[in-house]
């Protein structure tokens, strides 16, 4: 039996790990001799890793959810995703195109350390939109602890 999201969550864009960042903004790496093959099925097919990270790496993290009429207006038509589908609240969306909320950020030892400083909260993002200063929150994001190499990268 699938679930909800394996039916219907590659039509609006799967979230995940997205690219390296090296010495290029979309560096190569992803995947290679050694590493888990891509994933073949809708969707995943696009994920740019399936790699084990280590310490010290840069990876972006890119949850997103955009209205792509090319494959939602079929997906409307066809019974294994149209029945998960609110076709009239989708339809009002598919102007718009669609959001990326993406993060770039570095692996430690104890985890993940977010690079990204950006407003994330509705109130803030509104509030930046009308012409708000961005809010300060270098302390969250602070490198200390980052490998010299790592930043390097990001200079």
């Not at 790990?17 to 992803?30: C, E, R, S, W």
């Not at 001799?33 to 995943?44: A, K, N, S, T, V």
């Not at 939602?72 to 294994?80: D, H, N, V």
């Not at 104890?110 to 803030?124: C, K, W, Y």
Request: aromatic letters at 8%; charged letters at 20%.
């Amino acid at each position: 039996m699938r679930t909800v999201g394996e039916c219907v969550q590659w039509l609006c864009g799967v979230a995940g790990l997205g690219h390296l960042i090296g010495i290029d903004t979309h560096d190569v790496g992803g995947y290679g001799e050694g590493f888990p093959p891509r994933i073949p099925r809708p969707g995943y097919k696009s994920l740019r890793t399936a790699r084990g990270l280590e310490e010290g790496m840069i990876i972006t993290v890119e949850p997103g959810c955009y209205f792509n009429p090319v494959l939602l207006q079929p997906a409307f038509q066809e019974p294994t995703y149209s029945n998960y589908l609110v076709k009239d609240v989708i339809e009002q969306y598919m102007g718009m195109g669609g959001v990326r909320l993406e993060d770039n950020v570095v692996i430690t030892a104890e985890g993940a350390l977010s690079l990204t400083d950006v407003p994330r909260t509705i109130q803030d993002i509104e509030a930046v939109m009308a012409g708000a200063a961005w809010r300060d929150c270098s302390a969250k994001n602070s490198l200390k602890g980052v490998p010299p190499a790592v930043g390097l990268v990001m200079v």
